[in-house]
């Protein structure tokens, strides 16, 4: 049996099909097609969870996505644990664990409800008042305590073991909702041949029609009816029927987010299927039938569980067959809860009373509860509600024209229904950046003019008989069909019969009740305990802005977004500020429509996908050398070759030195490469970069400098002419993918008539650098139809030719102040040859060394490393690259620039060399560098530290430094202020060793 | 995300594409012929509207060619793509079709 509560029959739930699940420790039973709410329902528990602020008692409030208050953590471990999970969302499965949250030690005793009697301390924004003072013990004391105390569920400890994937697809129209209007337009749109896609949240499509059992469509049951509907879609090869699947986000240009849930309801899910599939759609025309929300009533006292919206416990009797209670009054303002009332009867349930706000309640349905023998109280409110866990009874009274309460009198209940009106859901179409339009009958927004291909029908705009409803969607269905490019649907009418129909008239704000409003708790917003109270005192307090209203008391936020406050909030505001709705605004809907899992978002960018890495043609080699690497962009470069024992510093020392007595070799193939090519290559070369190219000899490099239009230097590196047509570009590691943008974006826009083409090489070679002064003893007897001689290949120069008998282009060329070679092979043959030249280097020790070593290797040097001693605000000149301007040229990229005054003046940052007096101190990268250490904060800044090493060859610490006039102070000393002390500083020429280049020609 | 089209593939997802910033700036033939003002406006002066605005995409991840859009800055309507080198479309009547909402100025840019 599954719950004394359970109906005997009826229901859509398979009563063949027994499931156990545990709520809080405890074993229950329901059946196939429950949802977690529903099966607690069934065993008579109301109480779910505990709320936010003030730990009241809080119990299931509606069957739906819009439920605020019965949120618990599911799953078997942390692992596959799920906080905040909405229990009417959630489907039965054999062996579902779930426990309630935000209590302690239990959910039927919280110690935090002492929050509750605490509540004058804390009203609206109380914690931009309460805990002003002192003010340290805020970070320290009450910011970590009011965190722990407030909170809805926990985050798991482990790493979520469930996979995720993301799918995009295309379609003509795109239905959300598998409601009566949903499935009508499917269906019409269906017709048209357009490819559709249907997306609905539940599990089974029908939406309102899975809880009707009066209404008759063309002749059939609603149920029949969506039975054959659905068949109908599903016999379509040109529709996509998605159930489980939440429309929670409207992008521009049609691009709809859907989460479809895949496992969430399965006991042992198979291992192929993900947890969720995260649909990114762009669809032709969006037909959005989203239905609408049913408005709670505003009254003190309404959050004891056993207070329920009236349509969803109609929900709970006739879509569950379970029985949310055994005697209910209803408190309304129209017609729609008398629906309910009505259907609850004939379910067993006793109907105490009907209080409708309204003093003529009439129609149809109200006669039909006349009829019934319900009690009908025009003019009625309720006044607060008592019990402990559950309501036990209802206070109601007449309410005069003035608001007052008279006639008082208490009823007998355990549930308490209540219905302000419907609220369209006008979410997605509000994202979608449509226009929203207040309607004053129905008192709530309802879509009006469309942003995109967009069509809302049925309850979404605030059509409310059925029959209008379905209608409705067809009409919508077809429209989309036609705009999309389709057309030839036979027009069609579905008879509707067996509804009342029904005024959807409706009440927004807080009912009156003559109580002494500074001290009743009547909540807007359940899921953030926001009162009625609160929001009169934050508009008291000055707020004028819904906008604000919302972040001062915080209604409207977390993981509910409002769905059931927002309107009634307006409506005290609106009351209170005596303004007009559309005059007050209403807060901005932002997608997520309902909570998507981060696993959705992040789909397989887990773990080793998060990032992509590149790793060089050589990375298996230096791996296995034990070699540190660091992240260069997204490179895995190799940052030292520690041996056994050694440190950084050790490796540097011992690399630095071989390359200075012998040879090294390194893994250059990150730098990035372009081949430009063309007839117009050399016009092309000039125009991009300051140097002048043209009179450059095939066989010959030369290191170039690119600017940015605004004359700063944008990227450097060595460029070789392989012929007329051909250059062989070198750039920087991180810089290739921006410097090709650069170059295209020229050749394309401006420089269309020039024939050339650019072709990013980066990863077709591998670059082997082999320096040191036993570097040409080494590769000569790998080389072959290379003369190497320094009068055939001197420094700077370029041959094409074999080595280890594969194709090279050997650059003879250095950044190290060594003689070296830059071996280009085919990335495929990178490790082979990279392995016979280390092993030819054996005989000289050769050793592999790596970026910190190329590093302290140029510092000495003085080479510059664009981005390191360049922070976009130097002009070639401030670090020393003059010479690199070809004068004569007309024009380049930037050249415009550079000549600007500014950059001519004496005093802007240069780049120098720093010396420490003490050979050993390293200075700081990044540091300030003064003039006078001893004057007061703020000091005057000359400049900063830009590369910093130690040097081992030359036994001292060295440094480059953009400072100042830097040239001009040559010799002077500065200082690196430091905690409690100044270091002074040398300024030196930013070249520490072989000063005369004799080496590199070596 | 945007669906941009591009002149030389077609309707492409906005990941496919990279910004290019405004349209129509075109590099002076002699910028040495230019004074810091005018050379500072073609640098840096970008006219930044609300409404209708021509700017550059590049198809990065597609052809990698540099085209031409004309987008709605407020609602992302895109009403125009064309090739570099052809000329600004009459923005008035692009402002005329965007007033007359979303399907007119999808039928817009479709007969492109």
């Given at each position: 049996?599954?719950?004394?509560?359970?109906?005997?029959?009826?229901?859509?739930?398979?009563?063949?099909?027994p499931?156990?699940?545990?709520?809080?420790?405890?074993?229950?039973?329901?059946?196939?097609?429950?949802?977690?709410?529903?099966?607690?329902?069934?065993?008579?528990?109301?109480?779910?969870?505990?709320?936010?602020?003030?730990?009241?008692?809080?119990?299931?409030?509606?069957?739906?996505?819009?439920?605020?208050?019965?949120?618990v953590?599911?799953?078997?471990?942390?692992?596959?644990?799920?906080?905040?999970?909405?229990?009417?969302?959630?489907?039965?499965?054999?062996?579902?664990?779930?426990?309630?949250?935000?209590?302690?030690?239990?959910?039927?005793?919280?110690?935090?409800?002492?929050?509750?009697?605490?509540?004058?301390?804390?009203?609206?924004?109380?914690?931009?008042?309460?805990?002003?003072?002192?003010?340290?013990?805020?970070?320290?004391?009450?910011?970590?305590?009011?965190?722990s105390?407030?909170?809805?569920?926990?985050?798991?400890?482990?790493?979520?073991?469930?996979?995720?994937?993301?799918?995009?697809?295309?379609?003509d129209?795109?239905?959300?909702?598998?409601?009566?209007?949903?499935?009508?337009?499917?269906?019409?749109?269906?017709?048209?041949?357009?490819?559709?896609?249907?997306?609905?949240?539940?599990?089974?499509?029908?939406?309102?029609?899975?809880?009707?059992?009066?209404?008759?469509i063309?002749?059939?049951?609603?149920?029949?009816?969506?039975?054959?509907?659905?068949?109908?879609?599903?016999?379509?090869?040109?529709?996509?029927?998605?159930?489980?699947?939440?429309?929670?986000?409207?992008?521009?240009?049609n691009?709809?987010?859907?989460?479809?849930?895949?496992t969430?309801?399965?006991?042992?899910?198979?291992?192929?299927?993900?947890?969720?599939?995260f649909?990114?759609?762009?669809?032709?025309?969006?037909v959005?039938?989203?239905?609408?929300?049913?408005?709670?009533?505003?009254?003190?006292?309404?959050d004891?569980?056993?207070?329920?919206?009236a349509?969803?416990?109609?929900?709970?009797?006739?879509?569950?067959?379970?029985?949310?209670?055994?005697?209910?009054?209803?408190?309304?303002?129209?017609?729609?809860?008398?629906?309910?009332?009505?259907?609850?009867?004939?379910?067993?349930?006793?109907?105490?009373?009907?209080?409708?706000?309204?003093?003529?309640?009439?129609?149809?349905?109200?006669?039909?509860a006349?009829a019934?023998?319900?009690?009908?109280?025009p003019?009625?409110?309720?006044?607060?509600?008592?019990g402990?866990?559950?309501?036990?009874?209802?206070?109601?009274?007449?309410?005069?024209?003035?608001?007052?309460?008279?006639?008082?009198?208490?009823?007998?209940?355990?549930?308490?229904?209540?219905?302000?009106?419907?609220?369209?859901?006008?979410?997605?179409?509000?994202?979608?950046?449509?226009?929203?339009r207040?309607?004053?009958?129905?008192?709530?927004?309802?879509?009006?003019?469309?942003?995109?291909?967009?069509?809302?029908?049925?309850?979404?705009?605030?059509?409310?008989?059925?029959?209008?409803?379905?209608?409705?969607?067809?009409?919508?269905?077809?429209?989309?069909?036609?705009?999309?490019?389709f057309?030839?649907?036979?027009?069609?009418?579905?008879?509707?019969?067996?509804?009342?129909?029904?005024?959807?008239?409706?009440?927004?704000?807080?009912?009156?009740?003559?109580?002494?409003?500074?001290?009743?708790?009547?909540?807007?917003?359940?899921?953030?305990?926001?009162?009625?109270?609160?929001?009169?005192?934050?508009?008291?307090?000055g707020?004028?802005?819904?906008?604000?209203?919302?972040?001062?008391?915080?209604?409207?936020?977390?993981?509910?977004?409002?769905?059931?406050?927002?309107?009634?909030?307006?409506?005290?505001?609106?009351?209170?500020?005596?303004?007009?709705?559309?005059?007050?605004?209403?807060?901005?809907?932002?997608?997520?429509?309902?909570?998507?899992?981060?696993?959705?978002?992040?789909?397989?960018?887990?773990?080793?996908?998060?990032?992509?890495?590149?790793?060089?043609?050589?990375?298996?080699?230096?791996?296995?050398?034990?070699?540190?690497?660091?992240?260069?962009?997204?490179?895995?470069?190799?940052?030292?070759?520690?041996?056994?024992?050694?440190d950084?510093?050790?490796?540097v020392?011992?690399?630095?030195?071989?390359?200075?007595?012998?040879?090294?070799?390194?893994?250059?193939?990150?730098?990035?490469?372009?081949?430009?090519?063309?007839?117009?290559?050399?016009?092309?070369?000039?125009?991009?970069y300051?140097?002048?190219?043209?009179?450059?000899?095939?066989?010959?490099?030369?290191?170039?400098?690119?600017?940015?239009?605004?004359?700063?230097?944008?990227?450097?590196?060595?460029?070789?002419?392989?012929?007329?047509?051909?250059?062989?570009?070198?750039?920087?590691?991180?810089?290739?993918?921006?410097?090709?943008?650069h170059?295209?974006?020229?050749?394309?826009?401006?420089?269309?008539?020039?024939?050339?083409w650019?072709?990013?090489?980066?990863?077709?070679?591998?670059?082997?650098?082999?320096?040191g002064?036993n570097?040409?003893?080494?590769?000569?007897?790998?080389?072959?139809?290379?003369?190497?001689?320094?009068?055939?290949?001197?420094?700077?120069?370029?041959?094409?030719?074999?080595?280890?008998?594969?194709?090279t282009?050997?650059?003879?060329?250095?950044?190290?102040?060594?003689?070296?070679?830059?071996?280009?092979?085919?990335?495929?043959?990178?490790?082979?040859?990279?392995?016979?030249?280390?092993?030819?280097?054996?005989?000289?020790?050769?050793t592999?060394?790596?970026?910190?070593?190329?590093?302290?290797?140029?510092?000495?040097?003085?080479?510059?490393?664009?981005?390191?001693?360049?922070?976009g605000?130097?002009?070639?000149?401030?670090?020393?690259?003059?010479?690199?301007?070809?004068?004569?040229?007309?024009?380049?990229?930037?050249?415009?620039?550079?000549?600007?005054?500014?950059?001519?003046?004496?005093?802007?940052?240069?780049?120098?060399?720093?010396?420490?007096?003490?050979?050993?101190?390293?200075?700081?990268?990044?540091?300030?560098?003064?003039?006078?250490?001893?004057?007061?904060?703020?000091?005057?800044?000359?400049?900063?530290?830009?590369?910093?090493?130690?040097?081992?060859?030359?036994?001292?610490?060295?440094?480059?430094?953009?400072v100042?006039g830097?040239?001009?102070?040559?010799?002077?000393?500065?200082?690196?202020?430091?905690?409690?002390?100044?270091?002074?500083?040398?300024?030196?020429?930013?070249?520490?060793?072989?000063?005369?280049?004799?080496?590199?020609?070596? | 995300?945007?669906?941009?089209?591009?002149?030389?593939?077609?309707?492409?997802?906005?990941?496919?594409?990279?910004?290019?910033?405004?349209?129509?700036?075109?590099?002076?033939?002699?910028?040495s012929?230019?004074?810091?003002?005018?050379?500072?406006?073609f640098?840096?002066?970008?006219?930044?509207?609300?409404?209708?605005?021509?700017?550059?995409?590049?198809?990065?991840?597609?052809c990698?060619?540099?085209?031409?859009?004309?987008?709605?800055?407020?609602?992302?309507?895109?009403?125009?793509?064309?090739?570099?080198?052809?000329?600004?479309?009459?923005?008035?009547?692009?402002?005329?079709?965007?007033?007359?909402?979303?399907?007119?100025?999808?039928?817009?840019?479709?007969?492109?």
């Amino acid at each position: 049996m599954s719950g004394a509560y359970r109906l005997p029959s009826g229901g859509r739930i398979n009563r063949q099909k027994p499931i156990s699940f545990t709520f809080d420790g405890k074993k229950y039973q329901g059946f196939e097609g429950d949802t977690l709410a529903s099966a607690l329902i069934a065993n008579g528990v109301l109480l779910a969870g505990r709320s936010f602020k003030y730990h009241r008692p809080r119990g299931i409030l509606s069957a739906g996505a819009d439920e605020p208050n019965a949120l618990v953590g599911v799953g078997r471990d942390q692992a596959h644990y799920t906080p905040n999970v909405r229990m009417t969302m959630q489907e039965l499965y054999d062996g579902l664990v779930a426990e309630s949250q935000n209590r302690w030690p239990s959910l039927m005793f919280d110690v935090g409800a002492i929050n509750d009697m605490l509540s004058p301390f804390f009203p609206a924004g109380f914690y931009y008042k309460t805990f002003m003072w002192p003010r340290k013990a805020w970070d320290a004391f009450y910011e970590p305590k009011i965190r722990s105390m407030a909170g809805l569920g926990k985050a798991p400890t482990e790493a979520d073991a469930d996979r995720y994937s993301q799918r995009y697809a295309h379609c003509d129209v795109l239905v959300i909702g598998g409601g009566p209007a949903g499935l009508a337009a499917a269906l019409a749109a269906a017709e048209s041949g357009a490819r559709v896609m249907l997306a609905d949240d539940q599990p089974e499509f029908g939406g309102s029609l899975l809880a009707e059992t009066e209404a008759t469509i063309d002749g059939k049951s609603a149920i029949d009816w969506v039975a054959e509907m659905v068949a109908a879609l599903k016999a379509r090869a040109n529709v996509t029927l998605l159930s489980r699947t939440q429309a929670f986000g409207y992008y521009p240009h049609n691009s709809i987010g859907l989460s479809e849930r895949l496992t969430d309801h399965l006991a042992n899910p198979p291992a192929h299927l993900p947890r969720e599939r995260f649909w990114t759609v762009h669809a032709g025309e969006v037909v959005i039938a989203a239905g609408s929300l049913e408005r709670p009533m505003v009254f003190p006292e309404n959050d004891r569980p056993g207070v329920m919206l009236a349509d969803s416990a109609r929900i709970y009797v006739n879509r569950y067959g379970v029985k949310p209670g055994k005697r209910a009054v209803v408190f309304t303002a129209h017609d729609g809860a008398y629906r309910a009332a009505l259907d609850l009867k004939k379910a067993g349930i006793e109907i105490a009373a009907i209080a409708d706000l309204r003093h003529h309640p009439e129609g149809p349905l109200v006669e039909a509860a006349k009829a019934a023998g319900i009690d009908v109280l025009p003019g009625t409110s309720v006044t607060g509600t008592a019990g402990r866990l559950r309501v036990k009874s209802a206070t109601l009274a007449r309410i005069g024209a003035d608001g007052s309460a008279m006639d008082e009198r208490q009823v007998e209940c355990d549930l308490v229904l209540m219905s302000g009106g419907i609220t369209p859901s006008v979410h997605l179409f509000s994202q979608s950046k449509g226009k929203l339009r207040f309607d004053e009958h129905l008192k709530a927004y309802v879509p009006g003019r469309p942003a995109e291909r967009e069509r809302s029908a049925g309850a979404c705009r605030g059509l409310y008989a059925l029959s209008a409803v379905i209608a409705d969607g067809f009409a919508q269905g077809e429209g989309a069909a036609k705009s999309a490019g389709f057309g030839g649907v036979t027009a069609r009418t579905f008879a509707v019969a067996g509804t009342l129909e029904s005024d959807p008239g409706s009440f927004l704000g807080a009912a009156p009740h003559g109580r002494d409003a500074s001290r009743v708790k009547a909540f807007v917003d359940f899921q953030n305990d926001v009162t009625a109270k609160d929001i009169r005192l934050a508009t008291r307090e000055g707020f004028r802005s819904i906008e604000h209203v919302k972040r001062y008391t915080t209604t409207g936020m977390a993981t509910d977004q409002g769905k059931t406050s927002n309107m009634n909030a307006l409506g005290i505001v609106s009351e209170a500020l005596e303004r007009d709705i559309p005059e007050i605004g209403l807060t901005t809907f932002r997608p997520p429509y309902t909570p998507v899992s981060f696993g959705a978002f992040a789909g397989a960018s887990r773990g080793d996908l998060f990032d992509p890495v590149r790793t060089t043609p050589i990375h298996g080699w230096a791996a296995e050398q034990g070699a540190a690497f660091e992240d260069v962009g997204i490179w895995k470069r190799a940052h030292y070759f520690p041996k056994a024992g050694e440190d950084m510093h050790a490796a540097v020392e011992r690399e630095c030195k071989a390359v200075r007595d012998s040879v090294g070799i390194f893994d250059a193939s990150t730098l990035g490469k372009i081949e430009v090519v063309g007839k117009d290559a050399a016009t092309f070369m000039n125009r991009i970069y300051t140097n002048a190219w043209t009179k450059l000899e095939p066989g010959r490099l030369r290191y170039g400098v690119m600017l940015r239009e605004d004359g700063f230097v944008m990227d450097d590196g060595v460029v070789g002419r392989m012929a007329d047509d051909r250059f062989h570009v070198t750039t920087t590691t991180g810089g290739a993918p921006r410097v090709l943008a650069h170059m295209e974006d020229y050749l394309q826009t401006e420089w269309a008539d020039l024939e050339v083409w650019l072709t990013s090489t980066t990863e077709e070679w591998a670059v082997i650098a082999v320096q040191g002064p036993n570097a040409r003893k080494v590769i000569e007897p790998l080389v072959e139809g290379i003369d190497l001689s320094p009068e055939a290949m001197p420094h700077m120069s370029v041959a094409v030719g074999k080595i280890c008998g594969v194709p090279t282009r050997l650059f003879r060329v250095s950044f190290t102040g060594e003689l070296g070679f830059e071996i280009n092979v085919p990335a495929d043959y990178g490790r082979a040859v990279w392995e016979a030249v280390f092993a030819a280097g054996k005989a000289y020790d050769i050793t592999p060394y790596g970026t910190e070593t190329m590093h302290v290797l140029r510092a000495e040097k003085g080479y510059i490393i664009v981005g390191q001693e360049t922070d976009g605000t130097a002009v070639p000149d401030d670090v020393g690259l003059g010479w690199a301007v070809g004068k004569a040229k007309k024009d380049f990229v930037g050249k415009r620039s550079i000549v600007r005054d500014e950059f001519q003046k004496p005093d802007r940052k240069q780049m120098v060399g720093l010396l420490t007096d003490v050979p050993a101190e390293v200075l700081e990268e990044g540091a300030q560098i003064v003039a006078d250490p001893k004057q007061p904060a703020p000091m005057t800044v000359l400049g900063q530290v830009t590369s910093s090493y130690m040097s081992s060859v030359l036994g001292h610490s060295i440094a480059l430094a953009m400072v100042k006039g830097g040239r001009a102070r040559l010799g002077e000393t500065l200082y690196v202020p430091m905690p409690g002390r100044a270091i002074p500083v040398k300024v030196v020429e930013p070249i520490f060793f072989d000063k005369e280049g004799v080496r590199l020609n070596g | 995300m945007l669906v941009i089209p591009c002149p030389y593939c077609g309707p492409r997802p906005e990941l496919e594409f990279r910004y290019g910033g405004e349209a129509h700036i075109a590099r002076p033939e002699d910028p040495s012929t230019l004074d810091d003002e005018a050379w500072g406006a073609f640098l840096y002066l970008r006219s930044n509207p609300k409404g209708l605005h021509a700017e550059r995409w590049r198809h990065i991840h597609g052809c990698a060619r540099y085209f031409n859009v004309v987008r709605d800055t407020i609602s992302d309507t895109i009403l125009a793509s064309y090739k570099v080198g052809e000329a600004k479309p009459d923005m008035d009547a692009l402002a005329r079709i965007l007033a007359g909402g979303p399907r007119a100025a999808a039928g817009e840019e479709k007969s492109k």
